[in-house]
């Protein structure tokens, strides 16, 4: 089976320049650049300007605002680019957005940059403080990690891994639930996080077991994303329930649940009748590829 295509949060051409992060000279060189551009960042916020499309603001860094400081890369035309974690600039004819509303809408390289400054503020946000011994910590590596000035040791950014899957069963329907808390009428795939000892395969057939009660087989991989909401890699996958197609639903979990044929999957996304993921989430893509074309309607989520 081919891979996803497009992915909202997984697209962009980026050299993170790994190599470089110690280099504390070339970083403060790059920095010094006026070419260089900054993308700032508050609280998972940034500015876009919506002429010719929603595009992000970047300054250059002798306007940028005090703040933790990452670099991020070097795009293909050799600029630099940096986050900063502080707040956002008065900018007349801008717009504050976040990774949810405007992800999917933005460039490629726009994409790349949010989805990348969202994941590295969002981690240092949280681990300002070192785990073995509670002393505050460093920004090192540009960004890319802590050090803690009492032990030694370094910590780097973590993930989250998840999984989330297309259930389909022998009459090629597909599985569509949704949780307790979620907005009326919106239903999506069913996904959940990996546990330690586990691998991907076995998360989704545990995942789903667990919530609707079907065994699963024919575990195929379709694609993966970044979704730094705060801090999960989003792996895709398709898979089939095994026998009879009947579910039994964990009520703690899933509040409803349906099998749905592709008319009245389409019928019911046409009326608004069941309400789907937007295009940003790679659930949406997951739903796209088994129907085989677009679906009206969605919720930026």
Known sequence: MERLEWLALARGRLDRVAERRRDDAWVAERWADPASRVLVVEGGRALITTADG??????????????????LGVD???VAHFAVSGPLPVIEGSDTVDLRRVGAALGDLDSTLLTYAVALQNWHARHGHCPRCGVPTDIVKAGHGRLCPADGSEHFPRLDPAVIMLVRDDRDRVLLACAPGWPERMMSVLAGFVEPGESLEQAVAREVFEEVGLVVDDIVYLGSQPWPLPQSLMVGFFCRATGDSTFTIDPEEIAEARWFTREELGEAAGAETTLLPGRLSIARQLIERWYGDRLPGQVNW
């Open 54 to 71: 929603p595009r992000l603001i970047h300054v250059s860094p002798e306007d940028a605002p005090e703040g933790d400081r990452y670099l």
């Open 76 to 78: 293909e035309d050799g």
